[in-house]
């Protein structure tokens, strides 16, 4: 974690499982996934609460993260027809 002010609330809590969502998954989701993966935190990320440009851009994405260590979560509910 890069910015130190967010460094420092995340360890206060003394919490070591993180759970990520952002705008963008390329960019607002994966990079600081990767950083708090590198400082051995529990990473969930929510596949489902963000998105990028394409569906092949947020799939490696998420790819990415898993293969670094993260586990994506995505929900299981369907949407109405």
């Keep these: 974690m890069h910015h130190e002010g967010f460094n420092r609330a ?3 809590t003394g ?3 993180l759970f990520i969502a952002g705008v ?3 960019i607002c ?3 600081p996934v990767l950083q ?3 400082e051995d935190y529990e990473v969930q990320v929510s596949a489902d609460a ?3 440009w394409s569906k092949y851009g947020n799939e490696l994405a998420l790819r990415r ?3 670094a260590g993260a586990r994506s979560l995505r929900s299981t509910r ?3 027809s």
């Design 10 to 12: 995340v360890k206060a």
């Design 15 to 17: 919490r070591k499982k």
């Design 24 to 26: 963008t998954t390329e």
């Design 29 to 31: 989701v994966t990079f």
């Design 36 to 38: 708090i993966l590198e």
């Design 50 to 52: 963000s998105a990028s």
């Design 65 to 67: 993260m898993e293969l």
């Design 78 to 80: 369907s949407s109405p």
